[in-house]
């Protein structure tokens, strides 16, 4: 069974830092490219970053203050969130492959004073 | 960056009864491999969403039948044959064809 498990979320206040780590199990996890999603609370879906083996990918929005990162010997995925902004909180995906075949339950981050 | 639209943004349905989402997208889909890579996703409240269709009309695996989807080009369709009171929540399109990857509104399906 594929499973996704995100951990590391929590309150930060504006300009601090974050990292979020996705446990990746029931599946050959350097086999697959993966994303970061982003969900405001009560809002839509936003694409956050996609990793390939070699080669990452980011939105605009947060470009230049996120770095995804991957440890396939771990089968783990990461966030590093830095220069966090009020607009940065929501519940964070991660999700795999290019179509979005699984995704995990998610990890609340709030970024506030 | 593709814009993807959705109509209607909420439908209220009828148990039995088909019902239908419209994705527009601003571009074509059409990747330079030939693929078009267009998903539709189903979030329950509370929950994360899951895939349902991709490349346009591939059933993720153990998503039911009722479940269809179509289009081409900038224009796609998903189309549930006969609503059960599970598929209630929020549907999405996503294209992953160019990055940035998008996402449509949502089309909030409930139950009349």
């Known amino acids: 069974e594929v499973q996704l498990v995100e951990s590391g979320g929590g309150l930060v206040q504006p300009g601090g830092s974050l990292r979020l780590s996705c446990a990746a199990s029931?599946?050959?996890?350097?086999?697959?490219?993966m994303n970061w999603v982003r969900q405001s609370p009560g809002k839509g879906l936003e694409w956050v970053s996609y990793i390939t083996s070699s080669t990452m990918y980011y939105a605009d929005s947060v470009k230049g203050r996120f770095t995804m990162s991957r440890d396939n010997a771990k089968n783990s995925l990461y966030l590093q969130m830095n220069s966090l902004r009020d607009e940065d909180t929501a519940v964070y995906y991660c999700?795999?492959?290019?179509?979005?075949?699984?995704w995990g339950q998610g990890a609340l981050v709030t970024v506030s004073s | 960056d593709i814009v993807m639209t959705q109509t209607p943004l909420s439908s209220p349905v009828t148990l039995g009864q088909p019902a239908s989402i419209s994705c527009r997208s601003s571009q074509s889909l059409v990747h330079s491999d030939g693929n078009t890579y267009l998903s539709w996703l189903h979030q329950r409240p509370g929950q994360p969403p899951r895939l349902l269709i991709y490349?346009?009309?591939n059933r993720f695996s153990g998503v039911p039948d009722r479940f269809s989807g179509s289009g081409a080009g900038t224009d796609f369709t998903l189309k549930i044959s006969r609503v059960e009171a599970e598929d209630v929540g929020v549907y999405y399109c996503m294209q992953v064809t160019q990055f940035p990857f998008t996402f449509g509104p949502g089309t909030k399906v409930d139950i009349k």
């Open positions: 490349k346009i009309s």
């Open positions: 999700v795999r492959d290019r179509i979005g075949s699984f």
């Open positions: 029931g599946f050959t996890f350097s086999s697959y490219n």
